[in-house]
């Protein structure tokens, strides 16, 4: 009976481990590799409407001002606002993104994408959303319209996290009127700590 009641528990055992983690060489959710830049806390955009697709990675760590990218995060206690700036270099071609909207109290938040940085000011159901382009002795294009949702799943004034949704842009440059250049960001998150005012 001893020996029987000791393979009954081995067999739970094993049949634990292979449900978890702890026994298997699958990675954990928590640990950032089942996203699609294979990081945790940072910024994924995944950019397309040119010949090849542009995937965004910024680590929650970078440092502005390196050569290839870079991520800040300002959060005003006085207007409960976010300001997120990344930006990302792939090909001699600089990607500036930034973002700004109001904290919410109640959460998910689904905010309305908008390249009119005035109304999303005024309104907190709306989020500026600006893609800038930078071609290395190149033209310099900047976004004239957004549209598209961004879930906001989290903010407190230390951490902020989202999901990109259905984001289209139209960019223009200094000669080319009217917008020149359509983006789209089909899919993206965030996931950043900030630095408090």
Sequence with gaps: ???????FFASLLLQACAFSSGCSDNPTPADGSDKPCGIGPGLYALISGSAEPVTMCVPDDSIVGTVDRGVYVLYSGQTRRYLISASFTKDA?????????VAHDEIPATLIATADQTLAQANSDFIWFYLQITEEG?????????????TVTFNSPEIVVATFSGIELHLTD???QPASLVRAI????????????
């Design 93 to 101: 071609v600089a990607y500036d993104l930034e973002f700004s909207f």
């Design 138 to 150: 190149g033209a310099d294009y900047w976004t004239t319209s957004a549209t598209g949702t961004v």
């Design 174 to 176: 200094d000669i080319s």
């Design 186 to 197: 089909p899919e993206g998150y965030l996931n950043l700590t900030s630095d408090s005012q």
């Design 1 to 7: 009976m001893r020996i029987s009641n000791v393979l």
